[in-house]
Nanobody
């Protein structure tokens, strides 16, 4: 399974961006799809996840600002990012896994190449 993300870019603080990630196939290993991010000099951080049944989970740092959604017909997840802050600047990675867990990197088997989001003040 290959993942391809798009939608990154530059925006001013308070603005919005929408990321998309499409999986090349639907398998049991794509039951859970998620977004992680890595800011410069920091570890990978869980952002949000959506299950095949559209159960969603969020990191506390993005709750109320980010919304993850999933289109199973298109094998695609979206991340609508509103009220962006400078601390949201990071490379955002799409991931897919079987759904035994959702918050940790080892929970996922497939990873996309990442898309850069830059939020300026």
């Amino acid at each position: 399974v290959q993942l391809q993300a798009s939608g990154g870019g530059s925006v001013q603080a308070g603005g919005s961006l929408r990321l998309s990630c499409t999986a090349s196939a639907r398998t049991l290993t794509t039951d859970m799809m998620a977004w992680f991010r890595q800011a410069p000099g920091k570890e990978h951080e869980f952002v949000a996840a959506a299950s095949w049944h559209n159960t969603t989970e969020y990191a506390d740092s993005v709750k109320g600002r980010f919304t993850i959604s999933r289109d199973n017909f298109k094998n695609t997840i979206y991340l609508q990012m509103n009220s962006l802050k400078t601390e949201d600047t990071a490379v955002y990675f799409c991931a897919a896994g079987p759904g035994f867990g959702y918050r940790c990197r080892p929970d996922y088997l497939h990873w996309g190449p990442g898309t850069l989001v830059t939020v300026s003040s």
